[in-house]
């Protein structure tokens, strides 16, 4: 889940994505743009308008989390979450694997595609900010980019959203000391 949590953050709010500036989808387009990102080959949602703007207010919430969570503000990460906890109505359950046996997955008090995806998404960031992973949550360290990552490296030492961004770094150091 907290890697669709990056996906939506990155898509659906506005900032860079390294050098270039990214907007929100406009409306009339955010609908396509949100089942794009959702779409897997056993899973393609029908999303409308309205759940696309549902999506946009998650993402803004979701990037509060990480850019909270990279700068060591875990009171503001917890408190984002837990805000998203309650107003999505996590609650845990077991469900058939698509593989066969049983998997652990949060639903949302009601059906519906926000609140069912910010139900998971709440849950899975809550499982990181209340463990050893917080750390985990990044925040892009290239200057201007400000897209989100999870860092799954077993160092634990990402800093960058794509080796796009970690690539213009080294060479912008390699140039500084060439200099």
């Given at each position: 889940m907290t890697e669709q949590a990056c996906k939506l953050v990155n898509a659906l709010t506005p900032g860079h994505d390294g050098t270039h500036a990214v907007e929100p989808p406009p409306t009339g387009q955010r609908a396509q743009v949100v089942r794009d990102l959702l779409t897997r080959p056993d899973y393609k949602p029908r999303v409308e308008e309205a759940d696309a703007d549902g999506m946009v207010a998650l993402a803004d919430s979701l990037r509060v989390v990480?850019?909270?969570?990279?700068?060591?503000?875990?009171?503001?990460?917890?408190?984002?979450?837990?805000?998203?906890?309650?107003?999505m109505g996590s609650v845990p359950?077991?469900?058939?694997?698509?593989g066969g046996g049983w998997a652990l997955h949060f639903h949302g008090r009601e059906h519906g595609l926000v609140v069912g995806w910010g139900a998971g998404i709440a849950a899975g960031l809550a499982l990181a900010i209340g463990s050893d992973l917080a750390g985990r949550l990044g925040l892009c360290k290239a200057d201007p980019c400000d897209r989100v990552f999870v860092d799954t490296s077993k160092n634990a030492g990402r800093r960058?959203?794509?080796?796009?961004c970690q690539s213009r770094m080294k060479a912008a150091a390699h140039r500084a000391r060439q200099r």
């Open positions: 990480f850019e909270a969570a990279a700068d060591g503000d875990l009171d503001t990460a917890a408190t984002t979450v837990n805000s998203l906890l309650r107003e359950q077991l469900d058939r694997a698509r960058f959203c794509s080796t796009r």
